[in-house]
């Protein structure tokens, strides 16, 4: 397919503002969807298809009146369900060669793969200054009862920043909210309230007036504009449920190729623990080197892998947080990150559970130790792990994850069951504040196989990028030992 841009007709002229302000240029790109569609034939009972721009334009008389430029110009007319990675790479293309020729973009986008194409393009435009606008309706424009002349008025003038500030966002529109386009999602397929961001607040108070809420926004780039012309299209989402076969997860993984699977769990990232679904985990984690990230099947909330059994495991096999992605920001993120690190799956998990363009909300940075880091008790964890974009004040907690961690009385009596978790950078002068051990809290030894011991008190000062710590767990009476341990710090992004 050729995604070149056809611009249709000549810019509007745009009302010259009272103010005497330059009066901003937008481009706006349709790509087809609802919004642009006509029945075959005029004919209400036959299906819509997605009709030439410039017949739909004379439906949209307000444009003429806009007190700012804006420029028509379109792209394949497809329904959205026909889109795809390159087409998400041809509209950054074209962003990119009219990028300076415009104060924003407005794309008019079928609604079915909107959040697809929005967070596609969170990606894909590096460094974006400018507002980029989805939109669409979910009646076409030429019908009396559209919601699309409203969704498009108001996004074409969030795009032109006019009389509010300006969005460097890839944003949708619709129904008069205002979302982050990567963590939005299509929550209902006919009701004029169709996106959602149950994880993130609107950006905006839209009624009368448009209010911008600026704390929300990303913060505005410094360096220069690109674009990223690399997806991996070689993953996919799976859903688990109950009852689902290890077999066939087995056949899912054996596809070659197959780089990255976004794995959609219960509630806080918990999956059953049946032995033989979960060796299938292992295999592809830990010998096909495929990237498995872990995201919830519900609307709202975070995966917190460790909080049950029922995660813990995937998270010991080194099954990846996900966060509180919505399922297109984690499956386009692997995407992206697959087209840009390729074979480099380190970098691909680490960058994985980062906040790269405002898609979740906190960074989680993972420590996996095995029996065979452990001496006597304790773990030595090497922070070299901590790549750029770990900030120790952001710290907001840490969980610390044992597993069998048992206690070995050293007198007939039984253990003390709670014991105390310190943390300390080992060095020669013991003297240093470094060296002083400081107690993250204490666990109660129970019968499970897991320990876990959330910490909010000081993490943030005993860790140290770059620096080996230790970690010691102390019982008052008894030799404490683990099998394993995973250890995750939350940062704030
Ligand atoms: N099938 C249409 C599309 O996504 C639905 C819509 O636009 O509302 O292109």
Redesign the pocket.
């Known amino acids: 397919m050729d995604y070149k841009l056809k611009k249709n007709g000549a810019m509007s002229e745009g009302k010259a503002t009272l103010e005497g302000k330059a009066v901003s240029k937008v481009l706006m790109i349709c790509t087809?969807?609802?919004?642009g569609m006509l029945h075959k034939g005029n004919d209400p009972t036959k299906p819509l298809y997605p009709a030439d721009w410039n017949g739909i334009q004379e439906h949209f008389s307000s444009l003429k009146g806009l007190p700012f430029r804006v420029q028509a110009a379109e792209m394949p007319l497809?329904?959205?369900?026909d889109m795809s990675p390159d087409y998400w790479i041809g509209i950054a293309r074209n962003i990119r060669d009219e990028y300076d020729n415009y104060d924003g973009f407005v794309i008019l986008h079928?609604?079915?793969?909107?959040t697809y194409t929005a967070t596609a393009l969170s990606f894909l435009l590096e460094n974006l200054t400018k507002p980029v606008l989805i939109t669409?309706?979910?009646l076409p424009l030429a019908q009396p009862r559209s919601d699309a002349a409203q969704n498009l008025v108001t996004a074409l003038t969030i795009a032109a920043s006019y009389n509010v500030p300006t969005v460097p966002e890839v944003c949708i529109l619709f129904n008069n909210v205002l979302l982050r386009g990567n963590r939005s999602r299509k929550v209902s397929s006919s009701g004029f309230a169709g996106f959602d961001s149950l994880n993130y607040r609107p950006l905006a108070e839209i009624g009368e007036h448009i209010k911008i809420d600026a704390n929300l926004l990303r913060d505005v780039k410094t360096d220069v504009f690109f674009i990223n012309e690399t997806l991996n299209k070689n993953v996919m989402i799976l859903d688990i449920f109950p009852g689902i076969k290890a077999e066939i997860l087995r056949h899912v993984f054996e596809f070659k190729g197959l780089r990255g699977v976004v794995l959609r769990t219960y509630g806080a990232g918990n999956a059953p623990t049946d032995k033989e679904l979960l060796e299938e985990i292992r295999v592809a984690v830990q010998e096909k080197k495929i990237v498995v990230v872990n995201i919830t099947q519900c609307l709202q909330g975070m995966v917190e892998m460790g909080l049950y059994t029922a995660s813990a495991e995937l998270s010991r096999i080194g099954v990846i947080s996900g966060v509180d992605m919505t399922p297109e920001a984690a499956l386009v993120k692997m995407m992206f990150l697959l087209g840009q690190y390729a074979d480099n799956i380190k970098i691909v998990k680490e960058q994985m559970q980062k906040n790269l363009r405002g898609e979740q909300s906190v960074n989680v940075f993972n420590f996996i130790y095995d029996k065979n880091s452990t001496e006597k008790g304790f773990c030595r964890l090497s922070t070299e792990q901590v790549a750029a974009g770990f900030v120790k004040e952001k710290i907001v907690k840490a969980n610390i994850r044992f597993i069998d961690l048992k206690c070995r009385p050293n007198s007939e009596k039984s253990c003390n069951p709670s014991a105390a978790v310190f943390m300390n950078y080992p060095s020669a002068d013991v003297n240093t504040a470094w060296n002083i051990p400081q107690c993250l809290g204490t666990i109660e030894l129970n019968d499970s196989d897991e320990n876990v011991l959330e910490c909010t008190q000081n993490v943030g000062r005993v860790i140290d990028p770059g620096r080996p710590v230790q970690l010691t767990v102390v019982s008052r009476n008894g030799d404490i030992s683990w099998e394993n341990m995973v250890f995750s710090i939350y940062t704030d992004v």
């Open positions: 087809g969807g609802t919004i497809i329904d959205s369900s079928g609604t079915d793969t909107m669409g309706s979910q």
